[in-house]
C-alpha cells in the first residue's frame, strides 16, 4: 500500500470550499487514491476515489496530479455538518484500507 | 452507496464474558469483509481479513482464539470476543467490499464495547 502524508489538522469556513491535499509519491500504476471521512463515533464514510483522472460526485471532487504522485479533495461549499476526520489512503481494489492518522478538518461559522 | 449494519450499536458487557457482534450487507453480497477496531483520538486498525466460506486472515498480534471470526453467508460476518476483558474495550467497525473495479468498501456504523 502506497505511503500517504496528509497535513494534521486544516480549517475552514463555512460556505468556502475546503480542500484537502494528500501526498502519495510512492503510489504504483494499480493503485487507486480513496478518500474517505469519519465523524465522531461513526464509521467511516465512502467518499470518492480515482486511478488516474479526477473525478467528481455528489459529495466532493478528486484532483489527481499527472504524476499521480499526489492529489487533493474539494468540497465546494463546506458546511458544519462537513466537520470529521479525512482519510486518503493508496490501495490495491479489493485488499483492505490500511489508515493513516488523517487530516481533522474544523468548519465554523 | 451501499449499506452496511452493524449490530449491536453499544454493548456492555462484564470481564470473561464472550461477545459477538454482527456485520451485514443490506442491498449487496460480499465475499469478503473487513474488521477493525478503533481505540480513542487513534484510528483505525486493521483487525482481519474475513473471507465467505473460508477461514479469517488476522493481522499480527490480533489473537485469533480470542477474537472468532465467521463469515458464513455473503450477507453476514461475524466477530465474537471471547472471555472479554477491560483492555478489549475498544470502537469495532466492519467494512464490505463491492464487488467492481475499484472494489470500494463501505463501513458499518461501528459497535463500541465496554467491558466491565
Known amino acids: 500500500d502506497a505511503k500517504t502524508t496528509q497535513p494534521t489538522s486544516m480549517d475552514c469556513a463555512e460556505g468556502r470550499a475546503a480542500n484537502l491535499p494528500c501526498n502519495h509519491s510512492?503510489?504504483?500504476?494499480?493503485?487507486?487514491v480513496y478518500w474517505y471521512r469519519q465523524i465522531h463515533s461513526q464509521g467511516p464514510q465512502y467518499i470518492i476515489h480515482?486511478?488516474?483522472n479526477n473525478e467528481t460526485n455528489e459529495m466532493a471532487s478528486l484532483i489527481i496530479t499527472e504524476d499521480r504522485k499526489s492529489s487533493t479533495l474539494i468540497l465546494p461549499h463546506a458546511t458544519l455538518r462537513d466537520t470529521a476526520v479525512y482519510y486518503c489512503?493508496?490501495?490495491?481494489?479489493?485488499?483492505?484500507?490500511?489508515f493513516g492518522k488523517g487530516t481533522t478538518l474544523s468548519v465554523s461559522s | 452507496g451501499a449499506v452496511v449494519s452493524q449490530h449491536p450499536s453499544w454493548v456492555i458487557c462484564k470481564s470473561g464474558t464472550s461477545v459477538k457482534i454482527e456485520c451485514r450487507s443490506l442491498?449487496?453480497?460480499?465475499?469478503?469483509m473487513f474488521w477493525y477496531r478503533q481505540f480513542p483520538k487513534q484510528s483505525l486498525m486493521l483487525m482481519a481479513t474475513?473471507?465467505?466460506?473460508?477461514?479469517?486472515?488476522?493481522e499480527q498480534g490480533v489473537e485469533k482464539d480470542k477474537f472468532l471470526i465467521n463469515h458464513a453467508s455473503l450477507t453476514l460476518s461475524t466477530l465474537t470476543v471471547t472471555s472479554a476483558h477491560p483492555e478489549d474495550s475498544s470502537f469495532y467497525i466492519c467494512?464490505?467490499?463491492?464487488?467492481?473495479?475499484?472494489?470500494?468498501?463501505?463501513f458499518g456504523p461501528g459497535t463500541r464495547l465496554t467491558v466491565l
Open positions: 467494512s464490505a467490499r463491492v464487488a467492481s473495479v475499484a472494489d470500494t468498501q463501505y
Open positions: 510512492t503510489i504504483s500504476g494499480n493503485e487507486y
Open positions: 480515482g486511478l488516474k
Open positions: 489512503i493508496g490501495n490495491q481494489a479489493g485488499t483492505a484500507l490500511i
Open positions: 442491498d449487496f453480497q460480499a465475499t469478503t
Open positions: 474475513s473471507n465467505e466460506g473460508s477461514k479469517a486472515t488476522y
